[in-house]
């Protein structure tokens, strides 16, 4: 029996942890597919911040997600990567990548995936057709940031500058990806306005911006129209930065197109079955216009 004709005999259960995420679509995202797949699928928020939690909580969290028969979780700031020790196989993306954003229970097992880059990946393609990657400048080095990081070099980025509240965090990840990508040159240095005047594109990837963190991650006098922009933030769907980034005449990039194809990647690997990713993102679309 294949994996998607078993899966269609049971009840799916996925959850989502991380903090602040009541405003999170994944849940109505991945229930709305299922729906349409013909599955009987039920995506719970587990919410740090409601729950007066913190990371620490995690190994608490996972246990009690697989004692009551969670098929897996996404995870989201700040957990995602804290969650790697207390997995048990990751996949080579997730190792790569040092980030883990969904989790597979499988035979007693905790398996680590990331369709963080991969969902940036696409969702740049789909948005910044011949947009040029050959100065990128990236706020944020964390676990989004080494993901659509990772992506943009994968994309061919020539140079990659990374900046991040915590400089030896960014420096960190500067090292790590000028090994994996030797042909690009990838640093951790220097001056933000000094390499915003030189960019030609910027990607955002903290959580500045978010309905519960608003606000700028940058001095918006230091966007230019030989930019372009992208956002890891899709909720609200249009940021400051992006908002600021298109009246100076930027090619911009929302995060909605990220949080759709992660997800179609995080339903495949908790159902086996194959999902409709343009019917994800017109369900997404319709979300954010309420």
Not at 32 to 38: N, P, S, Y
Not at 173 to 183: G, N, S
């Amino acid at each position: 029996m294949s994996a998607a004709s078993n899966v269609r005999g049971r009840s799916i259960v996925v959850g989502l942890i991380g903090a602040g995420i009541q405003g999170s679509l994944s849940p109505a995202m991945h229930e709305q597919e299922a729906r349409h797949q013909g599955l009987t699928y039920v995506y719970r928020r587990i919410d740090l911040e409601a729950l007066g939690l913190d990371a620490g909580a995690l190994p608490e969290l996972l246990v009690a997600a697989q004692r009551m028969g969670f098929d897996g979780l996404n995870i989201t700031y700040p957990c995602k990567q804290a969650v790697i020790p207390l997995l048990d196989e990751m996949s080579s993306d997730a190792q790569a990548l040092g980030a883990v954003n969904t989790v597979l229970f499988k035979d007693g097992k905790r398996i680590g995936y990331n369709t963080d880059w991969s969902g940036f990946k696409r969702s740049f393609e789909r948005g910044l057709p011949g947009a040029s990657l050959e100065r990128v400048v990236q706020l944020g080095a964390g676990g989004a940031g080494a993901a659509v990081a990772d992506a943009a070099l994968s994309l061919g980025a020539q140079r990659l500058t990374l900046f991040d509240v915590d400089q030896a965090r960014s420096a960190s990840l500067a090292a790590q990806l000028q090994q994996r990508f030797p042909e690009a040159t990838v640093v951790a240095e220097g001056s933000l306005a000094d390499a915003m005047r030189e960019a030609t594109g910027l990607i955002h990837a903290t959580p500045t911006g978010m309905a519960k963190l608003p606000g700028m991650p940058l001095p918006a006098e230091l966007l230019h129209s030989g930019l372009w922009v992208a956002d890891v933030v899709y909720f609200p769907i249009r940021t400051a930065l992006i908002e600021a980034a298109a009246r100076v005449g930027c090619r911009t990039l929302s995060g909605g197109g990220m949080a759709v194809y992660q997800a179609v990647d995080a339903f495949r690997i908790f159902t086996g079955v194959e999902p409709n990713a343009d019917r994800m993102f017109a369900h997404l679309l319709t979300l954010l216009e309420k």
